[in-house]
């Protein structure tokens, strides 16, 4: 059973910074495409970014150039680091892993195996 557990969440001011933490149970933690997802009130759960094994990288646009994706396969971590925040970021952020996934399934939520829990994110202005 894989366990994913996400921290680092908050309240942040507009334009702020925050970094997310995702720590995942078992050993096979580089084998694991890595994802983050948010979803804000009313909508539904939104791709932000991926990383793959190979640390190639993945984001949504509106995240391109503002938000980070890395892993530390060595603390079987994943983070999200998220700059120049705006009040649209505000939502709940989830990590995601798959074993086994397409290209073209990366940014869907569909195609994910585990999921965590998910972490607040509020950008006040």
């Known amino acids: 059973q894989v366990q994913l557990v996400e921290s680092g969440g908050g309240l942040v001011q507009v334009g702020g910074s925050l970094r997310l933490s995702c720590a995942v149970s078992?050993?096979?933690?580089?084998?694991?495409?890595m994802g983050w997802f948010q979803q804000a009130p009313g909508k539904e759960r939104e791709f932000v970014a991926a990383?793959?094994?190979?640390?190639?990288?993945l984001y949504a646009d509106s995240v391109k150039g503002r938000f980070t994706i890395s892993r530390d396969n060595a603390k079987n971590t994943v983070y999200l680091q998220m700059n120049s925040l705006k009040p649209e970021d505000t939502a709940v952020y989830s990590c995601?892993?798959?074993?086994?996934?397409?290209?073209?399934?990366?940014?869907?939520?569909?195609?994910?195996?585990?999921w965590g829990q998910g972490t607040q994110v509020t950008v006040s202005s």
């Open positions: 995601a892993a798959s074993g086994s996934l397409a290209s073209t399934q990366i940014a869907s939520r569909w195609f994910w195996d585990y």
């Open positions: 078992g050993r096979t933690f580089s084998r694991y495409r």
């Open positions: 990383i793959t094994r190979s640390d190639s990288t």
